[in-house]
Structure formats: C-alpha cells, structure tokens
C-alpha cells in the first residue's frame, strides 16, 4: 500500500512538473494556433490568413504567448481602432491636414499666399500638393505628402521643422516612436524604414502587439491594459497610485496616471509630486528620495520601491480596506480625429466588450 501511495505521488508530481512547463496554449501547433485567429476574425474579411499569419508572427517573435486570451487582446484593439484595416479612411482627412498647415503657418507668421503659392508646386507624384491634399484618405496618404512637402518645399522644412506630424498609423493606431524605440528584434526588413512599417498590416501588428502585451504587470485583468494602451505603460496602476495618495493626504489629485509633471525640476514638481512630498514625514522619505521613485514610474519595479509601499499602507490604513492597485485613468481623449468627447475608461470598456466577444467565439 505504501508503495503503491509513493508510486501515485511521483506520478502526480511528475504531472504537475510538465504541467508547469510551458502553457497549453503554447505546445499547439502553428497551424493551429492560426487556425483559432481564423476562426475568430470576422468571416468578412478579406484574407484572414494573411491577418492570422501576421498575427502569429507579431506573437511568437516577441515571445508572448499565442493564448486565446492575448490573441483576442489584439484583435479587439484592431477592431476598435480601425476595424481590421490596416490603413484606415479617417473622416473629414483633408481638413485636418490642411488645418495643421495653417495653424503651424500662423504660429510662425508665415503669410497664408505664401503657404497656397508653395501647395501649387508640383508634387513628386506629379500632382500639386494642394491636389494630393484634397485626396488624401489615411494616416499614411497624409504622412506621405507631409514627407514630400517637408523635403521637397522650403517653406515645408521651416513650417515643420524636418519633422512629420503624422504620430500614429496602421491597424492599431500605435505610436510611430513608440515603434522607433522598440524596432530591435522586428522580422522583416525595415529598408523604408520604421514609418512605413507601421502603416502596414504586419508591422502594425507587430508594434501594436508589442505596446499592449510586451511589458510585465501585475494586473488581474486585461481590461487595464486596454487603458494603458490608449493612455501609457502602467497608467493604469499610476491612476491607483494616485489614487492612494490623495486618500492618504485628502489632496484632490487627478488620476490620469503621470506622476511626475515634463521637464519639473525638484523646486516645481507637479500636482502629484507636491501632495506626495506632503507625505514625505509620514513616510520618512526626502524629496530626493521620492524623485527617484517617481521616476521610476513608467517600470513594473516602482511597485518595488518604499514610496509606493508606504503610500499604500498610509492609503490602506485610513480607508479601513485595501485600496484598488490599478484602476481607470480619467483621461479625456483629444485628437483632430475625434469629434465627441472620449475618455480613456469609454476606450477601455469598449476593448474590454470587444474582447469578451472574441473569446466566446
């Protein structure tokens, strides 16, 4: 009978042990996983191969685990922000774009017959520049002509300073910087270079991927990282932070998940700093000391550093209750695309529907 209760137990742990290997998800085979992203694309579109092929590159590349759940987070972020397009009309474009050129004109005194006179020169298309700009649909037509007047038109250089205003683009809107910082390991070549990139499907796939899932949490739900997405790695736990130091203080902060205010030095911090130096004694923490954990912000090891656990401890303690450690940031989205008021939460919620979908397909 011992024996037999032995022999069970090391078959049991034996179990466990390649249990705890590598998820399921991770020992299916490609064609299956390809297969599942397939079958959850919307039977519309066109060439759900080519979206779950790109998909599972901008997955595996990465080393992020092609689960169920983390391939409905993508495709719930493509579907809300450009409907499985992976260069999305934007309403009302030629407007915007020629918005942007007279507003950056007035800034800089330019006389607007200067700003017509140099839009009549022939593109390298061979259109004029005004004709291009009565055209343009995408994100990448307006950052096309914008590349083209920039280097093609003096006045273009002077009224942008060499540098495109066009920040997002492709089937995930993500940032074009973003995808600058983070291009090391892509695998396809970057011969147009990293712009272009994020105007196609793979390489918005990719960048996209890499701003929702590439970067460790402690949260419970995806649901934050749908915020972070739309507001910043970590908004979501630095709105909870803040969260905890205005409990902790009774100083009425806003919880929109930045914790130190651009370019303050230690004499003019920003709200959030000041209410948690008004903690400082509290928490026997200098100014210094805060700095530096609030630099750290933007890391998964700020939740590491004694500012953040004694905020919380002091936050705990005079709410009688543990207090939440990620919670929406209230953000209002602003864009020259957005003709309503949004808020990061509205963005978020509506991924978050989105993905409860997906998954129960």
Same mark, same amino acid.
């Given at each position: 009978?011992?024996?037999?209760?032995?022999?069970?137990?090391? $078959?049991?742990?034996?179990?466990?042990?390649?249990?705890?290997?590598?998820?399921?998800?991770?020992?299916?085979?490609?064609?299956?996983?390809?297969?599942?992203?397939?079958?959850?694309?919307?039977?519309?579109?066109?060439?759900?191969?080519?979206?779950?092929?790109?998909?599972?590159?901008?997955?595996?590349?990465?080393?992020? @685990?092609?689960?169920?759940?983390?391939?409905? +987070?993508?495709?719930?972020?493509?579907?809300?922000?450009?409907?499985?397009?992976?260069?999305?009309?934007?309403?009302? #474009?030629?407007? &915007?774009?020629?918005?942007?050129?007279?507003?950056?004109? /007035?800034?800089? *005194?330019?006389?607007?017959?200067?700003?017509?006179? %140099?839009?009549?020169?022939?593109?390298?298309?061979?259109?004029?520049?005004?004709?291009?700009?009565? *055209?343009?649909?995408?994100?990448?037509?307006?950052?096309?002509?914008? @590349? /083209?007047?920039?280097?093609?038109?003096? $006045?273009?250089?002077?009224?942008?300073?060499?540098?495109?205003?066009?920040?997002?683009?492709?089937?995930?809107?993500?940032?074009?910087?973003?995808?600058?910082?983070?291009?090391?390991?892509?695998?396809?070549? $970057?011969?147009?270079?990293?712009? *272009?990139?994020?105007?196609?499907?793979?390489?918005?796939?990719?960048?996209?991927?890499?701003?929702?899932?590439?970067?460790?949490? *402690?949260?419970?739900?995806?649901?934050?990282?749908?915020?972070?997405?739309?507001?910043?790695?970590?908004?979501?736990?630095? +709105?909870?932070?803040?969260?905890?130091?205005?409990? %902790?203080?009774?100083?009425? $902060?806003? #919880?929109?998940?930045?914790?130190?205010?651009?370019?303050?030095?230690?004499?003019?911090?920003?709200?959030?700093?000041?209410?948690?130096?008004?903690?400082?004694?509290?928490?026997?923490?200098?100014?210094?000391? &805060?700095?530096?954990?609030?630099?750290?912000?933007?890391?998964?090891?700020?939740?590491?550093?004694?500012?953040?656990?004694?905020?919380? +401890?002091?936050?705990?303690?005079?709410?009688?209750?543990?207090?939440?450690?990620?919670? #929406?940031?209230?953000?209002?989205?602003?864009?020259?695309?957005?003709? =309503?008021?949004?808020?990061?939460?509205?963005?978020?919620? =509506?991924?978050?529907?989105?993905?409860?979908?997906?998954?129960? =397909?």
């Amino acid at each position: 009978m011992t024996q037999r209760l032995c022999w069970t137990l090391s $078959l049991l742990l034996l179990l466990a042990g390649c249990a705890t290997q590598a998820p399921l998800s991770s020992q299916r085979r490609p064609d299956e996983i390809r297969a599942e992203i397939v079958r959850k694309l919307p039977a519309s579109l066109a060439d759900r191969e080519g979206w779950a092929a790109d998909l599972y590159v901008a997955l595996t590349a990465q080393d992020i @685990e092609p689960s169920s759940a983390n391939l409905c +987070a993508v495709l719930a972020v493509a579907e809300q922000e450009s409907t499985y397009n992976a260069d999305p009309a934007v309403p009302g #474009l030629p407007k &915007i774009a020629r918005a942007e050129i007279d507003r950056r004109a /007035d800034a800089l *005194h330019v006389p607007g017959f200067l700003v017509s006179a %140099a839009l009549r020169i022939d593109s390298p298309d061979g259109r004029s520049y005004a004709q291009r700009l009565e *055209h343009v649909r995408t994100e990448r037509d307006m950052s096309e002509l914008y @590349e /083209d007047f920039i280097g093609m038109v003096p $006045l273009g250089g002077k009224l942008f300073g060499g540098l495109n205003p066009v920040h997002t683009g492709g089937p995930m809107q993500v940032s074009i910087d973003f995808a600058r910082e983070h291009a090391r390991g892509y695998p396809y070549p $970057l011969d147009a270079g990293v712009r *272009h990139e994020v105007f196609t499907r793979r390489g918005g796939l990719y960048f996209g991927t890499a701003h929702l899932l590439g970067y460790p949490t *402690h949260y419970d739900a995806l649901l934050y990282r749908f915020a972070d997405f739309n507001a910043g790695w970590y908004a979501s736990r630095n +709105a909870a932070f803040q969260g905890a130091v205005s409990k %902790a203080s009774g100083i009425t $902060l806003a #919880l929109d998940g930045d914790l130190l205010a651009p370019g303050a030095d230690l004499q003019h911090p920003g709200t959030t700093e000041r209410a948690v130096r008004a903690l400082g004694r509290r928490m026997d923490l200098d100014d210094a000391q &805060i700095r530096r954990a609030l630099q750290r912000g933007d890391r998964l090891d700020f939740e590491d550093t004694e500012l953040y656990t004694r905020v919380f +401890a002091l936050a705990d303690a005079a709410a009688g209750r543990p207090l939440p450690r990620a919670v #929406l940031p209230g953000i209002v989205l602003e864009s020259p695309k957005i003709t =309503r008021q949004l808020t990061t939460a509205w963005f978020a919620d =509506r991924v978050n529907a989105r993905w409860q979908r997906c998954m129960r =397909r």
